[in-house]
Nanobody, 125 residues
Framework: QVQLVESGGGLVQAGGSLRLSCAASGRTFSSYAMGWFRQAPGREREFIAAVTWSGKSTTYADSVKGRFTISRDNAKNTVYLQMNSLKPEDTAVYYC??????????????????WGQGTLVTVSS
């Protein structure tokens, strides 16, 4: 089992940048592929990005491709989400999640086994 804690959220102006971090504890971090999801007010949670255990394979939602970058540092037990060119529509609670299927990048919620509590990102226009 792994515990996940997100940080780095906050208020930023449109066009700005933020970097989210997700620190893992418990079972060996490299045992998991990792993903980021978000949930905007009144909307369902949606997939943002995922990375395999090694960091070599990634995938992104079309809505963030070219603006967001997922990465991980297994030595620090942390996965990151670098968010650039932020838009008001990026406002949401952002969640990291771990999948025991560490060899694949997966975008579905049900493919992720453990979740953090979320961190709020607010982008003002």
């Amino acid at each position: 089992q792994v515990q996940l804690v997100e940080s780095g959220g906050g208020l930023v102006q449109a066009g700005g940048s933020l970097r989210l971090s997700c620190a893992a504890s418990g079972r060996t971090f490299s045992s998991y592929a990792m993903g980021w999801f978000r949930q905007a007010p009144g909307r369902e949670r949606e997939f943002i990005a995922a990375v395999t255990w090694s960091g070599k394979s990634t995938t992104y939602a079309d809505s963030v491709k070219g603006r967001f970058t997922i990465s991980r540092d297994n030595a620090k037990n942390t996965v990151y989400l670098q968010m650039n060119s932020l838009k008001p529509e990026d406002t949401a609670v952002y969640y990291c999640a771990a999948s025991i299927d560490r060899w694949r990048v997966v975008s579905s919620e049900r493919s992720h086994d453990y979740w953090g509590q979320g961190t709020l990102v607010t982008v003002s226009s």
